[in-house]
DNA sequence: ACTATGTCCTGCGAGC
DNA sequence: TGCTCGCAGGACATAG
């Protein structure tokens, strides 16, 4: 399940692959497409597009388009036309750079030729994933990795719901998921479902601390490969191996050897240690 | 404004 | 073996 650090990974891989390629045709999948813009928008601002750079805005893949404008421009015309190509990956979906004979596998839903010879195509077995054109894209929430500590704690002094929902709604914070959740409150030793407005500011700046922690580790071992995930070249990554909490239920807490318990915060599950986390 | 719940979608594993 | 069922979960719609 892609969230920040494997965003991030896929974001950086993509970038060093096609930053100044060129996009010349765009094929879209047919009946229920994953779009958030128009079929028609999106070609339009694909095709003949030079990809500036690639880079991730909360769990959202940027690409960052270099439009020439329309043809023969006088001076004062918009010589070249800022676009982005927004994809966000929901649970499965991965971006794939291939070459054009590839074969074409199942749940393809979009392809963009490029000058180079190869392909950008986004697959997404489960659809929750979704491609749009903007402007100015720009997240809702803030971005964990920069966010000031008193900004942090002002997101949550307020919220009633449990601290492990706040932390996963995107306009809060932009780009944090269910395992990085959990493994902010296990380091942070703070319990999913407390209430954000309980907290400590001495816990809040535990958690601040933990989730940059967590994130940074997470990004500098390539991403958590935990059902499908895979980087823009194809490799996991391997900080599923670092997992304290996620994916552990009846395992041993590393530091205390309570078993590690699973419960469901608003749908979602959620692991702690009963004895650590308070 | 905030919070909780349901829905989407496919693959996979548990259980019978 | 083959089937059903429930779960995985990010984002959004809807209801309270």
Redesign the pocket.
């Known amino acids: 399940?892609p969230?920040l650090p494997e965003v991030e990974t896929v974001a950086r891989g993509l970038n060093q692959l096609v930053a100044g390629d060129v996009i010349e045709s765009v094929w879209l999948g047919s009946k229920?497409e994953p779009l958030k813009s128009p079929a028609r928008e999106i070609v339009l601002t694909l095709e003949r597009a030079q990809i500036g750079g690639v880079r991730r805005v909360?769990?959202h893949i940027v690409v960052d388009l270099l439009r020439a404008g329309a043809g023969k421009s006088k001076a004062r015309n918009k010589p070249v036309d800022k676009a982005q190509w927004i994809v966000?990956l929901?649970?499965t979906g991965r971006i794939l750079v291939c070459r054009a004979g590839d074969e074409k596998l199942?749940?393809t839903h979009a392809i963009a030729s490029l000058r180079s010879g190869r392909e950008l195509r986004f697959v997404d077995?489960?659809?929750?994933g979704r491609l749009s054109v903007s402007s100015e894209f720009a997240a809702r929430g803030a971005e964990p990795l920069e966010v000031q500590l008193e900004a942090f704690v002002k997101l949550f002094r307020?919220?009633?719901?449990?601290i492990k929902?706040a932390l996963?709604n995107?306009s809060l914070l932009s780009g944090v998921?269910?395992?990085y959740a959990d493994e902010a409150l296990s380091r942070a030793a703070i319990r999913p479902r407390r209430r954000a407005s309980s907290l400590r500011r001495e816990e809040l700046r535990r958690l601040y601390l933990s989730l940059k922690e967590v994130l940074q580790e997470a990004i500098a071992l390539g991403g958590s490969s935990v059902s499908d995930y895979v980087d823009a070249n194809g490799d996991q990554g391997s900080f599923q191996l670092q997992h304290r909490v996620y994916g552990r239920e009846g395992e041993p807490c590393l530091v205390c050897r309570t078993p590690i318990k699973r419960i469901m915060i608003?749908?979602?599950?959620s692991h702690y240690c009963p004895h650590c986390q308070k």
Request: avoid cysteine; charge should be positive; aromatic fraction near 4%.
């Open positions: 399940m969230e229920p909360g769990k966000h929901g649970m199942k749940h077995p489960r659809r929750f307020q919220r009633k719901t449990p929902s996963l995107q998921g269910n395992i608003t749908g979602r599950s």
